[in-house]
């Protein structure tokens, strides 16, 4: 099975930096992904790795650790309508079968 | 980028009957698809994964003959909910991995929310 973790909660200041971080035990490991999802609303794709390092996407970083099993998402320039729930999700593989298993998400609100 | 459509969008039922919803992948071909519950204030909870031309895989704890899937083309799968009970009531996501290259990414259908009375 899969052991995914990340906070629950976060509060950040419009304009600032927020990392959240997502720890993970998985075999079988193929990949992380982060989503964003607005309350009511499908989460949407923010970025993949499957490789160590730092993938960059605009005001957008995920970062990768397979050794450690260990992610963060890093966001910049904050903006009020970054006030959502991100969702570190894995991808699993085993003999052709692959699924992608969610974390609990981490709520996060930005305040003026 | 690709995109995954379902269908409806929400639904109301009454208890007892079965609800039919549609995901489609409506600019690529998915032989897999995923299909996840989301209760509120929950994250999404894998039920099954859908696979092309065979039996769906379903996740522990998930009845087969309650939530049939079919996955009859390479762009549809269904999920029928049957027998539907006020506990079923909850957000249904679809899922579709679109691989290019070295590639990967999942999109999301937007959902449908279901009601059962």
């Known amino acids: 099975g899969q052991n995914i973790d990340q906070p629950t909660e976060m509060t950040a200041t419009e304009g600032a930096i927020v990392q959240i971080n997502c720890t993970y035990q998985?075999?079988?490991?193929?990949?992380l992904f982060w989503y964003q999802q607005h309350a009511g609303e499908a989460p949407t794709f923010l970025s993949y790795n499957v490789l160590d390092g730092l993938e960059e996407k605009g005001r957008f970083s995920s970062f990768l650790s397979r050794s450690k099993g260990y992610s963060y998402l890093l966001l910049k320039e904050l903006q009020m309508k970054d006030s959502a729930s991100y969702l570190c999700?894995?991808?699993?593989?085993?003999?052709?079968?692959?699924?992608?298993?969610f974390g609990t998400g981490t709520k996060l609100q930005v305040i003026p | 980028g690709a995109v995954v459509s379902q269908h409806p969008s929400w639904v109301i039922c009454k208890s007892g009957t079965s609800v039919k919803i549609e995901c489609r992948s409506l600019d690529f071909q998915a032989t897999t698809m995923f299909w996840y519950r989301q209760f509120p204030k929950q994250s999404l909870m894998l039920m099954a994964t859908?696979?092309?031309?065979?039996?769906?895989?379903?996740e522990q704890g998930v009845e087969k003959d309650k939530f049939l899937i079919n996955h009859a083309s390479l762009t549809l799968s269904t999920l029928t909910v049957t027998s539907a009970h006020p506990e079923d009531s909850s957000f249904y996501i679809c899922?579709?991995?679109?691989?290019?290259?070295?590639?990967?990414?999942?999109?999301f259908g937007p959902g449908t929310r279901l009601t059962v009375t």
């Open positions: 999700a894995v991808r699993d593989s085993h003999g052709g079968y692959q699924k992608v298993t």
């Open positions: 998985t075999s079988g490991f193929n990949g």
């Open positions: 899922s579709a991995p679109f691989v290019g290259g070295i590639s990967y990414e999942q999109y």
């Open positions: 859908s696979n092309e031309g065979s039996k769906a895989t379903y």
